[in-house]
């Protein structure tokens, strides 16, 4: 008890032991057990206990799947299922994704092709390799590089070099190169040396991260070896992040006497997040040490679950001495989750002191969407009551989303007995909720939303959702569907979704699709540029000065030229002049 009471990996790894056993000696017994707790422990408990199926009843676990609510519990537990089945069998464990509903970009795949390479490295890789493009291969080629770099470094980053795909190669040779830095981050170094410029200061940094974590005075007197003190400063603050967790204290002492600027903020915050984690009060009393202003700041980077659970009291006491801003509003919203489990109508209440009307409206609507989570019910009704229409359709509009994601029959239904902008708002919520689950059904829904005559902006937004996430596991069905939308608005902004998304896994079908587009092709060739600019320069300046619309136009090309002086100044200035941009406007970026 004791052990368990702390919440930390060491009580995780004492309760999945404990439910291990317990499952193979009564497993319906152990999963009621699982069901029945709260929150992440709940999370956890379930995994252990189906991980442990996954070997002695895998057919009990796969039937049990469906007892299982919310949706985020189910999906953990067909991972750890997936994953036990994968310690003996890949492809078992790959159909039991598949067969279960698993989404191409679950993390899942990559956990088996990491478990699949530790043994069979080529058959893995072959495997991956062979799959269509999408987040599953990508997933699934991250996880095969950093397995076979662990056990043949060289091997790896063999193969890596010779996958086609321009982006999944530079994608492998980082996840190898990861690995080597593990052992050995001189060698590790001298191999980013050898490959493309402009590659090398991202593999630089993941080589960096990964010293940092193991050594990180070698790595610090690495960094101090370089000439100039802006690229010391970035590469520092990339990479000793993966420091924070072991030691926060030692993180800050590196810092302390860095140059003021938002980067030294940042990390800062980041600091405090992994500290509090570890060490609720240590974290609290680091915090007490800045002025009001600057807890202000720090407070802005999220992650302060740990201070939350550990220390609420001593939270709030400093939230109600801080001005909230849209940076720091992430932990108000955090220390509102905390209470409304004590007491939603308590939480609420606090909410409603917040000084700043819309950053009060933001935090309520996250107070119901998590109250809506456990009571549904309840949370409606307190919504719908609400007299101010803004908070009343924000609330609403995040009941509905929690509603969906635990049962989207029941929050369809309520949200149809809605009317007015509360049930655009809701319906919105839940056809998104529902779309990585059903994306069919979801499309329909947004096609009946359009038919109902929804607001043209909220019809947009919903469509653009709905065609990003379906784009993860099927881009043409999502391509065909955004391009026949019967409202204008909805088909200019799906379109872009589809664009935006496609292209960041696989650009070279995105730029077909793209390239016979009639309407939309601005905003889809700007997206296309935005996502390539980083790995291929070249190609996006080509995509951004294709943009009719002179504004986004210069924009598109402005910010993918930003990019490429990086790696190479003079190839970037090459391009400038020699593009069909007026000179008007070549002058200005050569100016920059």
């Known amino acids: 008890a004791d052990v368990l009471a702390r919440r930390d990996w060491r009580a995780w790894n004492v309760q999945s032991a404990i439910l291990a056993r317990w499952t193979e000696l009564a497993p319906m017994e152990a999963l009621s057990y699982a069901k029945a707790l709260k929150g992440s422990s709940r999370s956890n408990a379930i995994g252990a206990v189906f991980g442990q199926l996954a070997t002695s009843n895998p057919g009990l676990a796969e039937r049990q ?32 994704l598949e067969r279960n509903g698993a989404s191409a970009s679950d993390y899942a795949f990559q956990e088996i092709a990491t478990k699949w390479a530790r043994r069979d490295p080529s058959g893995a890789s072959s495997y991956a390799a062979g799959l ?21 470094a060289d091997g790896a980053l063999k193969w890596a070099r010779t996958l086609a795909d321009s982006r999944l190669r530079r994608n492998a040779v980082s996840s190898v190169i990861g690995s080597i830095a593990a052992e050995d981050p001189a060698e590790a170094m001298g191999l980013v040396e050898k490959e493309p410029r402009q590659d090398q200061y991202r593999l630089r940094q993941q080589a960096l991260s990964v010293w940092f974590g193991n050594d990180h005075e070698a790595a610090m007197e690495w960094i101090n070896g370089r000439p100039k003190q802006a690229e010391r400063l970035r590469l520092f603050y990339g990479s000793a992040r993966s420091m924070l967790w072991e030691d926060p204290e030692g993180a800050y002492a590196l810092v302390k006497d860095l140059p003021q600027g938002e980067q030294k903020i940042d990390f800062m915050g980041n600091i405090l997040s992994y500290w509090s984690w570890n060490d609720p009060d240590g974290g609290l009393e680091w915090l007490k040490t800045f002025k009001p202003e600057m807890q202000g700041r720090l407070l802005g980077q999220g992650g302060l679950w740990g201070l939350a659970e550990g220390n ?52 309520m609507a996250s107070l119901y969407g998590s109250w809506a989570y456990r009571e549904p019910s309840e949370a409606s009704d307190q919504a719908l009551a609400l007299k101010d229409p803004d908070q009343r359709n924000r609330a609403v509009e995040s009941v509905a989303r929690s509603w969906a994601n635990n049962d989207p029959e029941k929050a369809m239904e309520w949200a149809d007995g809605l009317s007015g902008e509360s049930r655009d708002k809701a319906m919105g919520a839940i056809i998104q909720a529902t779309a990585a689950e059903d994306p069919l059904k979801a499309s329909q ?11 043209d902006t909220h019809a947009a937004e919903t469509a653009g ?11 043409q069905a999502a391509a065909e569907w955004s391009s026949g939308l019967g409202s204008e608005k909805a088909r200019k902004e799906a379109v872009g979704k589809v664009a935006g998304r496609w292209s960041q896994f696989d650009p070279v079908g995105a730029s077909e699709w793209i390239g016979g587009l009639s309407e939309g092709r601005d905003a889809a060739a700007h997206q296309l540029a935005q996502n390539i600019r980083n790995t291929d320069p070249e190609s996006a300046f080509a995509w951004a000065s294709t943009i009719q619309d002179e504004h986004d136009r210069f924009k598109a090309v402005e910010s993918t030229i930003n990019t490429w002086k990086e790696s190479s100044e003079s190839a970037a200035r090459q391009a400038i002049t020699d593009s069909v941009l007026s000179e008007a406007d070549q002058a200005k970026l050569l100016e920059k």
């Open 65 to 96: 799947l469906s007892s299982l609510k919310p949706r985020g519990v189910q999906r953990q537990a067909l991972r750890s299922l997936a994953a036990g089945l994968a310690d003996t069998s890949p492809q078992q464990g790959i159909n039991m």
């Open 445 to 455: 829904e947004v096609e009946r939303l359009i038919g109902d005559g929804a607001g």
């Open 132 to 152: 269509s493009p999408g987040r599953k291969r990508d997933n699934m080629i991250n996880g095969v590089a950093t397995a076979w770099a662990s056990t043949d």
């Open 312 to 363: 609420p009291e001593g939270l709030r006491k400093i939230l109600d001495e801080v001005a909230i801003t849209d940076r720091n509003k992430r932990a108000f919203e955090t220390l509102g989750y905390r209470l409304v489990d004590q007491d939603p109508a308590k939480a609420l209440d606090w909410a409603g002191t917040i000084d700043s009307p819309s950053a009060r409206t933001d935090v």
């Open 465 to 475: 959702a709905v065609a990003s996430t379906w784009t993860e596991s099927d881009p």
